[in-house]
């Protein structure tokens, strides 16, 4: 090989690792902006939260869709917050919310513009004893479990959200373990603005919740026999 | 330097470059691996399950070791589908599976050939009240706690799981809690065919478990001091 | 262009590259050292979690400072480990205090030298009832959760922990759960020598714990806006 052939050969293989590298520096930056996210939540940062998302992303919570920065800000801004904290973006005195990420999984599309993730999270919720006012219909002390699956988008060179998909699948009284409890979430009824704090659209139909069970749809084929799910 | 040399110099870089890339895809390749399989177990897709394994690799639970696909089927398939879905390759109404995996430590062999892997594994396990029919020994509501040893191999470029090597630790019945709780499940004491169930060998001395305690040999040396693991 | 110039070109890009690629290894490298410490927590093998540190390394736990290896070791192998095992370092029959670590958040440092992370901790602490004596003080089963905002450095090309910043949030009685549980640990008053077990330093305050509510500061801007924590 002349030293022009030997220099363009070199010069393809650098362009593939510069490829190879930038995805494993944007499943990073994916993983980490999920983990984030958990933060956040835990501690009611809803400003934070939505500001993670891009212009278009949207939310999908229970058996509603949450669309654009508006229906974004709805979610969490007019529903949880003034739920939670009383309008306050930040913790509560004797409020207990964290929501613990795990369990990641990122892939990145080729071209490095778009990922999906499939997260786990696990949620210790309630209220303190000793909180003077109480949260109306939430429960004492409960676990919540559920599963994200997750779009993300890069938009000048920064990772957004751009669909939140949280499978809540069960929840439990403390007291009573997951035995003895459903769930105390129950699928909305009405979107916006009939209900103000309603998403903009139903799913046709409400996703199962315990003691029902049900595969969420991984967003991979299975790593070793290639084949998608729900693939015959 | 003459531009040859410069070049052959700049060629060694790449080379050097091109395997640690191929490391560090190698590492989030494994480490997915392991959290798909704990996805898919959750929900009882023992079928996906085994097809993660390679032909000649082996699961080891309690005090059995299960070997290759035959094996590994019979405790997946034939045990663990026919007791907890009555043979049906899925989610059961009612039952509770899940298998947090977590905290990975992944190494991956210079080669890229073999890995090694460390996760933990926290359990939530039961089944709900409203069940018609309940699993026989299996307790009404628990967690479990785990950690796993594995070995990897890469196949025509494609990870699977060689050695799946869970030391359960403890379980802890839920109303109970770990402080008043053994364990529920005990080491077996027959192989296959005698026990239909059964691994292929048994390990010479059953694995403590709680209250007893040990450390599972970790398969990495001291980060810092570079001591093995059982090195004097 | 003319081959010297593609040449050079060319190298720097390689040298980009192999910055970027040694960056992903640290941040591979940082987030295995944190949950190795988890796993040598878990058993109280406290002379290997002491090695992990950098000499000039320092803890921080509940409102204290605890500075070098002296005062590390103080923590880990005079206070704790007489505390929890008699001395022994290892695991104690009976004894739980499992460290679950997750939710990696990993920044590296442009010039590889240093890192910053955050990682959630959720303790499963107590003891078993069989237990013949008891660990004065110690509650009989409890959860405990907190967050590391933790500090690394790179000496001789190994990672080792500079600063471990524990914010211990909330600690639950298992039997009460959160709702109905305060913290058992509290703030210290004496520093060492006074204290035989005590911190070399106190904070000026002690940090607020359940049902108290704060944000742990997060050592990295937000992924979208840019703004970091504290700014107006």
Known sequence: MTDPDALAALESRVAALTRQVARLEDAHAVKSLQYKYGYYIDKCLYDEAVTLFCDSGEVRFLNGIYRGRTGIRRLYCDWFRKYFTGGVNGPRRGLMLDHLMLQDIVDVAEDGLTAKGRFRCLLQGGCHESMRESIPNF??????????????????????????????????????????????????????????????????????????????????????????????
């Open 139 to 232: 429960p004492r002390q409960f676990w919540e479990s559920g599963i994200y699956e997750n779009i993300y988008v890069k938009e000048d060179g920064v990772w957004k959200v751009k669909r939140l998909d949280y499978n809540m699948l069960w929840q439990a009284d403390y007291d009573q373990g997951w035995a003895n409890s459903g769930v105390h979430l129950t699928p909305m009824t009405r979107t916006y603005p009939t209900d103000p704090n309603g998403p903009d659209e139903l799913l046709p139909e409400a996703p199962k919740t315990w003691p029902e069970a049900r595969v969420v749809p991984f967003h991979y084929p299975h790593p070793v026999t290639g084949k998608r799910w729900g693939e015959p």
